[in-house]
């Protein structure tokens, strides 16, 4: 049986401002409207033969959107492994691979990165069939993508001789300068190194132990040092930690004689920065070579992405141009320099800015909130809570708030005085209708109804930070 894997640990810094740390790319919907790429990697599963419900690695900040977009998937029980830290994708491999063989002794996995673009689902589909032969072999199969161009933004495989479907790998290759890339392309020996593949749990854990005996003593003692959250299974980190990072293929691929690879042209993107989003949707603009996105409009304008998430972008006479508006940033930069705009969220990191980490807009279990006004003595936040859902039990020592509720039921339970955990009533209320939570005062709001809870949130205080709460109770396990 397969047990896909699929890594959902990445940053995604290159697409920024749209990809943050706190909601990086694999949970935007930057090539359908309708799905995620996270979401897009677990539909292509349903092409594939023997697959199984996945396996999830993300890390404990997205644990709660990994969760909620495979519930829009209606997938049943996906297993979410959380990583305590970034470790790179060997240790989470052998994370994922213990899991798996707890269920299945013989397991296959089958790796991919949450955030790709795959176009031709049954191509790849076919791909993983023909590996799987080579998986009977005790191979540890690796897909590399037919090249279409001399890319320098991709590592290679040089493909050795013909074994079953597929071929031993002779190399991998870092990534090259521009006169490399084109040999490659021109020796026909060469693929882009995809970063999907396909082995039994076993081989690999017994790999790793050869190559990396340090990883895979850490990665088996944090694993059985686990326990169950909810629908996480969550690694012991203080025995993570002294993991060192690692790809797999460093720790393993790179010295293994049982690596093959297995060709593929499935209209694959690894959507690394915004000249890949270009790639990907400028056809729609064929005369011209744009793509756009939002409330755009163009006027003499070629071969540029322009990207509007909040307001009208115009672009008048530009030419190979990246132009991407959020509602706290905006990014210009030439389109053939769009890998360096990671270099930008370095900076931000490096200065303590926050349009590094998190948007105006806030995902979180119960809900989401938009930070709409901030000085510093008062705030002003649209809430959104999920029908069912409830925030934590919690009280706040800087700040006071006024809720005005704008459509929906809000449910509040409040206590009578300060900190006051003995006596705490409830009460409905309406569209229109408001109340006031004093400083100091434990308080819960709840959406009792059918349809979204929107509602206006007015703090005033002399602190207004996030971490001002203390929370008593909370359904999602929340310290």
């Not at 900040?61 to 470790?87: N, T």
């Not at 209320?429 to 006031?436: A, I, K, Q, V």
Request: overall charge negative.
């Amino acid at each position: 049986m397969i047990f896909p894997v699929i890594l959902s640990g990445g940053s995604g810094s290159r697409l920024w401002p749209v990809s943050r740390e706190h909601y990086p790319k694999q949970f935007l919907n930057l090539n359908k409207k309708d799905v995620s790429l996270l979401q897009e990697a677990a539909n292509r599963l349903q092409n594939v033969e023997g697959a199984g419900t996945p396996i999830i690695v993300c890390n404990e900040e997205h644990r709660f959107l990994v969760a909620e977009q495979m519930h829009q998937l209606d997938i049943e029980g996906p297993q979410i492994i959380l990583e305590p830290c970034g470790r790179n994708t060997a240790p989470a491999l052998a994370l994922a691979a213990l899991a798996a063989q707890k269920k299945d002794a013989d397991a296959e996995l089958l790796v991919m990165p949450a955030d790709h673009v795959i176009k031709d689902e049954k191509t790849f589909a076919e791909a993983v069939k023909q590996g799987r032969e080579l998986v009977q072999l005790d191979k540890l199969v690796t897909f590399g993508i037919t090249p279409s161009e001399a890319h320098t933004g991709y590592g290679y495989i040089q493909r050795g001789e013909a074994v079953s479907n597929g071929f031993n790998v002779k190399a991998f290759v870092e990534k090259p300068d521009r006169e490399r890339a084109e040999s490659y392309l021109r020796s026909g020996d060469y693929h882009w190194n995809s970063g999907i593949f396909l082995f039994k749990a076993s081989v690999y854990l017994e790999a790793l132990s050869q190559y990396a005996t340090d990883i895979m003593d850490v990665c088996q003692r944090a694993f059985d040092a686990r326990s169950e959250d909810l629908d996480f299974l969550r690694i012991d980190a203080s025995i993570f930690a002294q993991c060192r990072g690692e790809s797999i293929d460093y720790a393993v691929m790179e010295h293994t004689q049982q690596a093959a690879v297995v060709s593929m042209d499935p209209g694959w993107s690894d959507i690394g920065a915004w000249d890949a989003v270009h790639a990907l949707t400028s056809a729609e603009d064929a005369d011209n070579g744009n793509a756009t996105h939002g409330d755009v409009m163009l006027h003499d304008t070629q071969n540029s992405l322009i990207h509007s998430e909040s307001r009208l972008v115009a672009a008048v006479g530009v030419n190979n141009l990246i132009i991407v508006e959020t509602d706290d940033a905006v990014l210009v930069a030439d389109r053939l320099n769009a890998q360096n705009t990671k270099q930008i969220v370095t900076a931000l990191k490096s200065a303590g800015r926050k349009e590094a980490l998190t948007h105006k807009r806030v995902y979180r279990p119960w809900g989401s909130y938009h930070t709409m006004v901030l000085t510093d003595s008062f705030q002003v936040k649209e809430i959104v809570v999920k029908p069912g859902a409830k925030l934590s039990l919690q009280m706040h020592h800087h700040r006071a708030e006024h809720w005005v509720v704008v459509q929906g039921t809000a449910k509040v339970t409040q206590g009578e005085g300060h900190g006051d955990v003995n006596n705490l009533g409830s009460f409905l209320l309406s569209e229109d209708e408001s109340t006031y939570i004093p400083l100091g005062t434990i308080h819960r709001l709840e959406n009792p109804g059918v349809i979204p809870l929107h509602l206006i949130e007015v703090q005033t205080g002399s602190y207004l930070g996030e971490d001002d709460i203390v929370r008593y109770n909370d359904d999602y396990g929340r310290e």
